[in-house]
């Protein structure tokens, strides 16, 4: 089993973190963010990762803290399971429409870690969540994940769609490069002899 535990904790944080890589999208996600632990369940979900987060963050000031971190110790709860990241596909793509979203994401797990956001919002606010965390999520789980990432919106009007089609087709494009790739076993998808 490629699975993996992170905890995080700082003067703003503790998050603990379990992944399983060949799962089937089970997830238990409570950060005290409503809409951000519904798109954590999107993303265990449509990768089939399954997905346990406990969060405790300094909410009183605001979310900030408790989405970056996240994101951080996610990220690296992936790299852990990954271990060598021998067999598998390495790199994933996915175009997902959501109503009147339509979102891009393509991914390499190479372990340089880069993000292309081309993702804008019509408001800044989803409810009481602040739509410029999205960007932050993922660029956390980007740097920690090691993980060159690039989401782009093609289409969209609706904020919540928006957010919820960029977790979607990250996760449908992980759930691609995370698989072991039967022409692959054994081999690290790279010439270089690491990634």
């Known amino acids: 089993m490629r699975s993996a535990s992170i905890t995080r904790e700082t003067a703003e944080t503790r998050i603990e973190v379990t992944v399983n890589l060949d799962g089937t999208g089970r997830y238990d996600n409570q950060t005290g963010v409503g809409f951000f632990d519904h798109m954590l369940d999107q993303l265990s979900r449509h990768s089939l990762i399954d997905l346990t987060v406990r969060a405790k963050g300094d909410l009183h000031i605001d979310d900030h803290h408790t989405v970056e971190d996240t994101g951080i110790a996610l990220g690296q709860a992936l790299v852990r399971a990954l271990g060598d990241k021998t067999g598998i596909r390495r790199y994933g793509r996915f175009h997902l429409a959501m109503d009147d979203a339509q979102v891009a994401a393509a991914l390499d797990l190479s372990g340089r870690p880069y993000l292309v956001w081309n993702v804008e919002f019509p408001r800044e606010k989803i409810g009481s969540f602040d739509t410029e965390l999205v960007r932050e999520f993922f660029q956390a789980l980007s740097t920690h994940g090691g993980i060159t990432l690039h989401v782009d919106r ?13 977790f979607k087709a990250v ?8 698989e072991p790739d039967p022409r692959m076993a054994g081999v690290l998808p790279s010439t270089k002899g690491a990634l």
């Not at 093609?154 to 089609?165: D, K, P, S, V, Y």
């Not at 996760?171 to 995370?178: D, P």
Request: hydrophobic letters at 55%; charged letters at 20%.
């Open 154 to 166: 093609i289409h969209g009007l609706n904020a919540h769609h928006i957010a919820e089609a960029a």
């Open 171 to 178: 996760a449908r494009a992980l759930r691609e490069a995370v």
